[in-house]
T-cell receptor, first 115, second 114 residues
Framework: EAGVAQSPRYKIIEKRQSVAFWCNPI?????LYWYQQILGQGPKLLIQ????????DSQLPKDRFSAERLKGVDSTLKIQPAKLEDSAVYLCASSLVTGYPREQYFGPGTRLTVT | QKEVEQDPGPLSVPEGAIVSLNCTYSNSAFQYFMWYRQYSRKGPELLMY????GNKEDGRFTAQVDKSSKYISLFIRDSQPSDSATYLCAMILSRSGNTGKLIFGQGTTLQVKP
């Protein structure tokens, strides 16, 4: 079974530029999560989708971050404009909708450096 | 105060040692307690989880939850160099009315030396 795919793996941008990350979840997983993991910290949930709908985006900085999940499969996370403090690893995870707690399967992440 | 506190380490032990990793938490509504392992440049992977208080064993790994003290532990017996990774505790509120959102500790970096 293929895992969660993310691209790009690494990205370096200057502050005030924009950037987008892509995630392809495990086939059949209706729930998709985006996390931000700053160096030396645990992952923090940014947004959770179930199919196309947003379940939780309470910690998403909506003035600069946006995310979408078209057709309930792939998802993109965008930052515009980026700030230095956005330097982090952005992890995508997916899970089934059945059972509780739902086991989340993580992708390898995209390491973003903002200079 | 963070909801979940975890000593970041690093923790360095010789091969074969027993390792103890710990987290404390402040929200008494947490009901599910997970341990994730994260290798360098990889995403976290679930090791095991426990519901409410008690112990759970899986091979060389044992998870313990003490809800009265708001304290959880992961023990690794006969540690191996391949256990070298960052260990993250995570917690979830009870099922009722919640989305299953994971709240992570900051992770403890473990190095097992041959």
């Amino acid at each position: 079974e293929a895992g969660v795919a993310q691209s790009p793996r690494y990205k370096i941008i200057e502050k005030r530029q924009s950037v987008a990350f892509w995630c392809n979840p495990i086939s059949g997983h209706a729930t998709l999560y985006w996390y931000q993991q700053i160096l030396g910290q645990g992952p923090k949930l940014l947004i959770q989708f179930q199919n196309n709908g947003v379940v939780d985006d309470s910690q998403l900085p909506k003035d600069r971050f946006s995310a979408e999940r078209l057709k309930g499969v792939d998802s993109t996370l965008k930052i515009q404009p980026a700030k230095l403090e956005d330097s982090a690893v952005y992890l995508c995870a997916s899970s089934l909708v059945t059972g509780y707690p739902r086991e989340q399967y993580f992708g390898p992440g995209t390491r973003l450096t903002v200079t | 105060q963070k909801e979940v506190e975890q000593d970041p380490g690093p923790l360095s032990v010789p091969e074969g040692a027993i390792v103890s990793l710990n987290c404390t938490y402040s929200n008494s509504a947490f009901q599910y307690f997970m341990w994730y392992r994260q290798y360098s440049r990889k995403g976290p992977e679930l090791l095991m989880y426990t519901y409410s208080s008690g112990n759970k064993e899986d091979g060389r790994f044992t998870a313990q939850v003490d809800k009265s003290s708001k304290y959880i532990s992961l023990f690794i017996r006969d540690s191996q160099p391949s256990d070298s990774a960052t260990y993250l505790c995570a917690m979830i509120l009870s099922r009722s009315g919640n989305t299953g959102k994971l709240i992570f500790g900051q992770g403890t970096t473990l190095q097992v030396k041959p």
